[in-house]
C-alpha cells in the first residue's frame, strides 16, 4: 500500500438516533477550528447512502431499514475492495456502525484466501440478530453478520421472511458465509451489552479487554496481547466507534456509556495497534454532533483520528523503504 484513500459514509440508516450522517462534517468542522489540512491531504471517495428512506415507513421491526442498508452496504464493500486492490489504504468515516459489515466484506472480497482479524474498540458488542434485537437497529448486528451468528439458542424474535430474507443476504455480502471466525475477533472496553449478547460471547469465547484490565496493562501492552491473539491472522482490521470512549468525552454519540477511554489512551491504542503492518483498514464511527455542544465530541475525535493517521502513514513510509 502506498496512499491512504478516505471512504465516507454518510449513512445513518442503522442508527437508533438521528443525525450520525452529520458526523463527518463535524470531523471536518473541528479538522477547520484546528488549522489542519487533513482533509486536503487525502483523496476521499463518497459513498452513497439512502438516508431519505428515513422519511419513508419502516418495514422491518426486527432490521430497520434493512432493504436499503443492504444496498448502502453494497456500495461500501465495492468502495473498501477497489481502494485495496489499488493498493490503498482505507481510512473509512462512516455514520452507524452497521457500515463495518460491508468493510469487512470489501476486505474479505478482496483477500479471500487470507485470514483476517478484527479489533472492536467500542461500548457495545453489536452482536445481535433480527432474532435477538431488542430494538430493531442494524448498527447493533455488524459482528453477527460478519461471523454468521443469529444466536437462535436466545431467540426472543420472530422476524418476517422479508427480513431473514435480506439478512442473509447481509452475512453473505462480498463472499458466502462468514468472514472471521471468533476467535479472530477482539473486543476493547465493550461494556454495554444485553443479555442475549452476553449469552453468546460466552459461548464463543470472544476476549474483551474490560477498562480495569486495560488500565492495569496500558495500551502498548494490551495492543501486544491482541497481536499474539491474532497471530494466526494474515491481515487484521481496526474499527473505533466514539463510544468507547467514557461519556464524559462522549455525549455526542448516540449511545454514550460511562467508564471507557479517555482521549490519551485512545490515541495511545490506536497508534500502538495501527503500528502492526498487517492492518489493512482503519474505521472510525458514530459522530453525532445533533447531541453535543460546541462540537466536542468530534474535536476529540479528530484528535484520535490525526493519531491514527499518522501512524498508518509512518508504517505506510517503512513499508516502501522496505520494498525497495
Known amino acids: 500500500m502506498k496512499r491512504i484513500k ?28 484546528q488549522g489542519s489540512d487533513y482533509f ?23 432490521a430497520k431499514h434493512i432493504d436499503s442498508i443492504l444496498t448502502v452496504q453494497k456500495g461500501i464493500a465495492n468502495a473498501v475492495e477497489q481502494t485495496l486492490r489499488f493498493g490503498e489504504f ?21 483477500y479471500p484466501h487470507k485470514t483476517l482479524g478484527v479489533v472492536w474498540i467500542d461500548a457495545h458488542a453489536d452482536i445481535h440478530s433480527p432474532y435477538t434485537t431488542p430494538s430493531g437497529n442494524v448498527h447493533g448486528m455488524p459482528l453477527a453478520a460478519a461471523l454468521g451468528q443469529d444466536n437462535l439458542t436466545h431467540q426472543r424474535n420472530v422476524p418476517e421472511p422479508e427480513t431473514e430474507f435480506f439478512w442473509r443476504r447481509l452475512k ?18 465493550v461494556r454495554d451489552t444485553e443479555e442475549q449478547e452476553n449469552a453468546i460471547i460466552d459461548q464463543l469465547g470472544i476476549k474483551n479487554f474490560k477498562l480495569p484490565e486495560f488500565r492495569t496493562k496500558g495500551p502498548r501492552q494490551v495492543a501486544r496481547e491482541i497481536y499474539e491473539q491474532l497471530r494466526f491472522c494474515d491481515m487484521v482490521y481496526i474499527s473505533f466507534d466514539v463510544d ?23 490515541i495511545a491504542l490506536c497508534r500502538a495497534l495501527l503500528e502492526n503492518d498487517r492492518v489493512v483498514c482503519f474505521e472510525m464511527v ?15 475525535a479528530f484528535n484520535i483520528l490525526e493519531a491514527a493517521t499518522e501512524a498508518i502513514e509512518r508504517r505506510l513510509r ?3 523503504v522496505v520494498s525497495r
Open 172 to 189: 453473505d455480502l462480498g463472499e458466502p458465509g462468514p468472514k472471521l471466525t471468533p476467535d479472530h475477533l477482539v473486543y476493547v472496553v
Open 40 to 62: 486536503r491531504r487525502f483523496n476521499s471517495v463518497v459513498v452513497p447512502d439512502l438516508n431519505h428512506v428515513l422519511f419513508d415507513k419502516n418495514h422491518f421491526p426486527f
Open 6 to 33: 478516505l471512504l465516507e459514509v454518510r449513512s445513518e440508516l442503522g442508527a437508533g438516533t438521528r443525525g450520525a450522517s452529520m458526523g463527518i462534517d463535524a470531523l471536518r468542522v473541528a479538522c477547520l477550528n
Open 286 to 300: 458514530e459522530i453525532n454532533p445533533t447531541l453535543d455542544s460546541e462540537n466536542t465530541m468530534a474535536n476529540n
Open 244 to 266: 468507547s470512549l467514557d461519556s464524559r468525552f462522549s455525549k455526542g454519540t448516540g449511545t454514550p456509556v460511562e467508564l471507557g477511554l479517555d482521549v490519551p489512551e485512545a
Open 90 to 110: 482505507p481510512l473509512v468515516l462512516a455514520g452507524d456502525h452497521s457500515s463495518a459489515n460491508a468493510t469487512i466484506a470489501g476486505i474479505k472480497a478482496t
Open 318 to 320: 517503512l513499508d516502501e
